[in-house]
């Protein structure tokens, strides 16, 4: 059925840079916005930003505005968290989230540190 799979989470340095990866299936995502969130250890689960579905509004959190990028390849049923210039305040486990019907993948662990 319907099914988020987040990718390409790991280890990596501050300052550093990964590439995540969204992969839907059950439904095509074209004609839907997708969003990224994340939850560090003993905090709340955090909004990352969100992409409409033909990606003419990104958005991001303060936090992580002008060093993630969201994006999509519909074709692909895809969706990408690009994240640069990362800090150990970043550690989370990052979620793919289907709004529209309230789904979320398993998430993807990323650790920044040195």
């Known amino acids: 059925q319907v099914q988020l799979v987040e990718s390409g989470g790991g280890l990596v340095q501050p300052g550093g840079s990964l590439r995540l990866s969204c992969a839907a299936s059950g439904f095509s995502i074209d004609t839907y916005e997708m969003r990224w969130y994340r939850q560090a250890p003993g905090k709340a689960r955090e909004f990352v930003g969100y992409i409409n579905s033909v990606a003419s509004s990104i958005k991001y959190a303060d936090s992580v505005k002008g060093r993630f990028t969201i994006s999509r390849d519909n074709y692909k049923n895809m969706v990408y968290l690009q994240m640069n210039s990362l800090k150990p305040d970043d550690t989370a486990v990052y979620y793919c989230?289907?709004?529209?019907?309230?789904?979320w993948g398993q998430g993807t662990q990323v650790t920044v540190s040195s």
């Open positions: 989230n289907f709004p529209a019907r309230n789904f």
